[in-house]
């Protein structure tokens, strides 16, 4: 079975493991960041069912990144579900991770065969090539082996057609394949890109605050009304949808910041949002 090496090390994150943990501990501890290292309180009453997280450069978006990840800590979920966008047009419309094992450089993460094929049994496809050099969902490993002391398992889904007809469609077919399954969901989007800051944050308000209603129509509505250039919006909807689907509805903004706040630079910026659905 094929491994994925690590393809973005040295671009998005550090390519040797002690800089890159060292790296991910500073996202943790920014001032944009939590201010704390995992692994959080592990007493709760709620059941974590998606984060839904930025990927851009660990400088730019990691400190926001964490505030998910960070409540993610306090659970230890077997497998771990990941949706991104389809950055290079590679592959089909839907592209699931068939089998083998992901690598970065802190650590290695088998396919969850069963349950990726279980999604794609319901008219998607097992496909490689869209995966080969798409970066949104990658750039996630790292946090998630910073984060788990315990071995777990992936499944990786990588959206170029992020239509609604397709993310309604998908997101039943995961709720079927996973709902007796310990499965965490991590969707990957950023948010508006390279506008001015203040523009910026007032479209993504708007995103945000139809993100944290949870309707997937109204989502999509206000994208395309408010010309937002959200490029993973599909995944976020596919990770509200299919936790709705599965009982899990409250869902809460952690952390918003823009680029600026890494940058210094306010007339190009690029938003970042960290949210949790919990049940």
Known sequence: MATRPARFDGQFYASQANDLKEQIKKSFLSKVGPQELPPADKSMNEELCAIIVPHAGYQYSGP???WAYLQASKYTPKTVLLIGPNHSGFGPEVSIYPEGSWTTPIGKNSINNELAHKIADQGFTL???AHKYEHSIEVQLPFLQ?????E???IAVSMLDQSLATTLKLSKAIANAIKDNDVLIVATTDLSHYENDKSTRKKDS???NKLLKGNIESIYKAVARASISACGV???AVAIN???LLGAQDIRLLKYETSAAASGDK???VGYSSLAILK
């Open 206 to 208: 708007e995103l945000i």
């Open 267 to 269: 007339d190009s910026v």
């Open 152 to 154: 777990f398992n992936i």
């Open 127 to 129: 496909d490689t090539s």
């Open 64 to 66: 926001v990144a964490a």
């Open 146 to 150: 910073y984060i788990f002391e315990h």
């Open 242 to 244: 299919t936790c709705a």
């Open 234 to 236: 599909g995944p976020a």
